[in-house]
DNA sequence: CCCAGTATCATCCGAATGGATGATAACGTC
DNA sequence: GACGTTATCATCCATTCGGATGATACTGGG
């Protein structure tokens, strides 16, 4: 009887899993807010309430942690496969994400600054060659004007979505909303999709 | 005679203003880089060519240096003050400054990030009133569609052309330039131009 | 009921870092 | 040319942090 679990597997307590998550869940909390080099091994632990040795004993240190958490969003991000829908709301989903997963934006951003050439793990992230085939397409069809550069369009919207996150006091000076709020990602993402619309090749200047 | 200089200034062994401005420099590139609490200060020493604890001599300690660093920052950034420009040229102001003053934008970008309510010094940085009061102005005289609002059309704006600076992988992949060369500050700002020019009021969709 | 395995914890340790202390030498002045 | 000032430096120290070690207790199975 391989499947009799425990009486209460959901309070037993120990639960390698769950102590899994736990740590991940408070290192992307505190990588996200500190930084890599600002994080603190000791707090992680806390937050997540077990011994700080278990970082070591599950991730293999600090760094370690921190690998697990980039590697384990490197999946995540590649939910906006849907092509099919219209440029606008393709750059609205990316509002959308970005304020969703917004300890993770700021940990990828984080990442960004840093500018670290990716030990060759892949083409790392953001925008690649897929999306400017796909701009390109968008701009035969004149959904997108053609004398827009696909690379620095997308290099554009990338940062233009990203707002919320990289520039959090701007958006209350200006907006007087919380970035991490729905009301923001809402508002900010059907603003984003009328200057998207606004780039088409019907839209003449 | 108190205007009697040393016969040499320029490269007389001792010279405070000279260590200082090493130190600031140095410590630009360094804060720039890594980060407030990943920078080192012996790092910075070496660098500026001088003895670690005149760090703390002239300036109190690592976070003196970093706060004199933001503090002669907020100074150049009101060059930008000519409002007479067309909207897209300001814009396209913003990306050359973001590429000519990399690492002050880099530094500035992880202060954003990091997210520390300003400890009341003043209305922060970023657009502000002034420029939101600019925008309704061009609105109204048509330079500028009427159904943007202005707070996150500056948001928008502002990110995207700090991009050469929040994603500088980016860059490289998508255009193939570097994200510090003048030629990605030229081409990527005739490319906000375009953008910006579109969304006048002229430009129906 | 006991045992092996492992998840968890308390404690310790070496390394690194930022800052302090006192010595030193260059500079301007009389 | 001698002296007080101060810019500069070599060295030391306290603290902090990440990681290692060994002890402990919970778990499931025989």
Redesign the pocket.
């Known amino acids: 009887?391989?499947l009799?679990?425990?009486?209460?597997?959901h309070d037993?307590?120990?639960?390698?899993d769950?102590?899994?998550r736990a740590l991940l869940d408070a290192a992307l909390a505190e990588f996200a807010a500190k930084g890599r080099a600002g994080?603190?091994?000791?707090?992680i632990?806390e937050r997540a309430?077990?011994?700080?040795?278990?970082?070591?004993?599950?991730f293999?240190?600090?760094?370690?942690?921190y690998r697990a958490l980039v590697e384990g969003w490197r999946q995540h991000e590649d939910e906006f496969a849907s092509r099919d829908l219209p440029f606008a709301e393709i750059v609205a989903g990316y509002v959308r994400s970005s304020v969703e997963h917004r300890e993770m934006s700021r940990l990828f951003l984080r990442e960004c600054l840093d500018d670290v050439p990716p030990p060759e793990q892949g083409p790392s992230v953001g925008p690649g060659e897929a999306e400017m085939a796909d701009v390109r397409r968008r701009q035969q069809q004149g959904e997108i004007a053609a004398d827009l550069d696909p690379a620095f369009l997308l290099l554009a919207l990338q940062a233009a979505a990203s707002a919320g996150v990289s520039f959090p006091a701007d958006v209350r000076m200006l907006t007087g909303l919380d970035p991490a709020s729905a009301e923001f990602a809402d508002r900010y993402a059907e603003q984003l999709r009328r200057i998207v619309a606004r780039l088409s090749a019907q839209a003449e200047v």
């Not at 009799?4 to 597997?9: D, I, Q």
């Not at 037993?12 to 390698?16: E, K, L, N, T, V």
């Open positions: 009887m391989r009799r679990r425990s009486p209460a597997v037993r307590q120990r639960d390698a769950r102590t899994r994080a603190r091994v000791s707090v632990a309430g077990v011994n700080k040795q278990l970082i070591s004993y599950y293999g240190g600090k760094d370690g942690l």
